[in-house]
């Protein structure tokens, strides 16, 4: 054999040693044989099975274990969830997770970017296009609906921003205040003038324009500065080497109809403390609340 064959072989086996070293096999020993993956709710469960089910199917591929989706009524169903160890890891919203890190041990491994290349997004106040109601102002002695306690730009947002630069009392400026239980239900209640604002995001608007309503069918009232993106989250007590696994599948899952389904561009690495402005919010409207 030449040398220069013989150095080619050697790098090559030296090569192959090293990604052993690296890539060692998964231990699923002491994984559960039936991992349960939680959505928040911010539409109908049919339709989140719909938008999250080629990647739960590519999940139990992966990670080599039935993974099931479970979507509970509300937010605090899934943060329950996890407390209760019914929920192995979820996809929550930022103020979700702070209750979720607090009450379940939580730990933020991956999260989204939008398909515009957005990794963050804003919390929004609308009303229905052509009714007039173009401003906060506007408002004062109609009806609002909040999404969910546990909802980022459903209530944590609107409520720092009706307190701290608004300065009103929802309960007292609006006629009537009420929660929806979900996004979707939100813009479809603006949109059949069953309420005459609500919070809600960008990014919710877009994801069924053309499909439950039109973007140019609401007025934007309102718009807050940009917030970190959802994420997925898991527990703290499960093993290692399941964290590390789900974390490698997210990061590389590249299904393009998959992600579309979901209306995402990708997952990026997240650490908890990509989410302290959250919780700063979280505290800020606990003082709040204390003081009243």
Request: aromatic share 10%; proline share 3%.
């Amino acid at each position: 054999m030449r040398y220069g064959q013989f150095l080619i072989y050697l790098l090559f086996g030296l090569s192959l040693l090293g990604c052993g070293e690296s890539d060692p096999q998964i231990d699923r020993s002491n994984w559960d044989d039936t991992l349960y993956f939680g959505v928040i709710p911010i539409e109908s469960e049919q339709r989140t099975i719909e938008r999250y089910q080629r990647f739960v199917d590519y999940l139990s591929e992966t990670l080599q274990r039935k993974v099931e989706l479970v979507v509970p009524k509300n937010y605090a169903g899934v943060i329950d969830g996890l407390a209760d160890k019914k929920i192995h890891f979820a996809l929550l919203g930022p103020k979700s997770y702070i209750e979720a890190s607090k009450k379940a041990n939580a730990v933020a491994t991956v999260r989204v970017v939008h398909p515009d290349g957005q990794d963050s997004y804003q919390g929004m106040i609308i009303s229905k296009a052509g009714s007039g109601l173009k401003t906060i102002a506007d408002l004062q002695g109609k009806t609002w609906v909040f999404t969910d306690l546990h909802s980022t730009s459903g209530y944590l947002i609107p409520s720092v921003y009706f307190a701290a630069e608004a300065q009103i009392v929802p309960e007292q400026y609006f006629s009537q205040v009420g929660f929806s239980g979900s996004h979707e239900k939100s813009i479809l209640m603006v949109k059949n003038g069953e309420v005459d604002a609500a919070s809600t995001n960008n990014i919710d608007i877009i994801r069924d324009s053309g499909r439950g309503w039109i973007v140019d069918g609401f007025n934007i009232i309102w718009q807050s500065q940009k917030i970190p993106h959802d994420m997925i989250a898991y527990r703290q007590d499960l093993p290692d080497s399941f964290k590390q696994a789900l974390t490698d599948a997210a990061l590389n899952y590249t299904d393009k109809q998959g992600l579309g389904d979901m209306h995402i561009l990708k997952f990026i690495p997240a650490k908890d403390g990509d989410y302290s402005f959250v919780r700063q919010l979280v505290a800020f409207k606990q003082a709040m609340d204390n003081k009243q």
